[in-house]
């Protein structure tokens, strides 16, 4: 059975670092591009991070460049989120998904459209 699971959330303080897991069984991460999406109270669903399948492309939502980074790690088929520099309104539950073949366009905007699987999601707090 293919899923993704999460993990690495928690509460830290503003300034604060966290890593975020994602990873999959049942299929080959390496084959997809994998999202992170993020969901706070009373808002709607955000793009945050995104990784092409194939040709290692990114993309950030403005809010989180040069404080989070998206790697894979396809010997252990998992994805990774780096989060730096953390913010009280980066406070939300996280979650990871993928898209088999997805290969990021220069207009791609954070879109959660055409995405296969999806985890459970991980919940982050940054608060002092």
């Known amino acids: 059975q293919a899923q993704l699971v999460e993990s690495g959330g928690g509460l830290v303080q503003p300034g604060g670092s966290l890593r975020l897991s994602c990873h999959a069984s049942?299929?080959?991460?390496?084959?997809?591009?994998i999202g992170w999406f993020r969901q706070a109270p009373g808002k709607e669903r955000e793009g945050v991070s995104c990784?092409?399948?194939?040709?290692?492309?990114?993309y950030y939502t403005e809010s989180v460049k040069g404080r989070f980074t998206i790697s894979r790690d396809g010997a252990n088929n998992t994805v990774y989120l780096q989060m730096d520099s953390l913010k009280p309104e980066d406070t939300a539950v996280y979650y990871c998904?993928?898209?088999?073949?997805?290969?990021?366009?220069?207009?791609?905007?954070?879109?959660?459209?055409?995405?296969?699987?999806w985890g459970q999601g991980t919940q982050v707090t940054v608060s002092s």
């Open positions: 998904a993928a898209a088999y073949g997805l290969s990021l366009s220069p207009n791609y905007r954070g879109s959660d459209r055409g995405f296969d699987y």
């Open positions: 049942g299929f080959t991460l390496d084959d997809y591009g």
């Open positions: 990784l092409s399948s194939g040709d290692g492309h990114t």
